[in-house]
């Protein structure tokens, strides 16, 4: 397996979302991998609207119906398929995508 390692699939509950510390190069980028079914999709943890991280508390990337990845300092929902932002004041504007791969249920990330 090419990439840095994040988790299992399974660490991940379906509908949920994790965020992680890219190491690249010197610095930490901060990611967020979500799970909807056996699909994942990995974003850059960066609201395109003011650049803040999505959640307040850990691992609190979801809204309260649990279908969208939300920003807990304006609201902005974004889809968890895409990330394009499709409420919020960076309505038509995705989060930015993070390749992640799955291979024999454990997640990583191309370096």
């Not at 509908?15 to 990995?42: C, N």
Request: net charge negative; with cysteine.
């Amino acid at each position: 397996m090419s990439g840095h390692v994040l988790c299992r699939v399974e660490d991940i509950p379906d509908g949920t979302a994790r965020g992680f510390d890219w190491p690249k190069g010197e610095a930490k980028v901060k990611i967020l991998v979500a799970r909807k079914g056996g699909q994942v999709f990995g974003y850059r943890n960066s609201c395109p609207h003011v650049g803040v991280a999505l959640e307040m508390d850990p691992d609190d990337f979801m809204s309260i119906d649990g279908r969208y990845l939300q920003c807990s300092t304006h609201g902005a929902q974004f889809r968890v398929e895409d990330g394009m932002c499709i409420i919020g004041p960076c309505a038509g504007r995705p989060l930015r995508s993070v390749p992640v791969s799955v291979t024999d249920g454990v997640i990583a990330i191309s370096d």
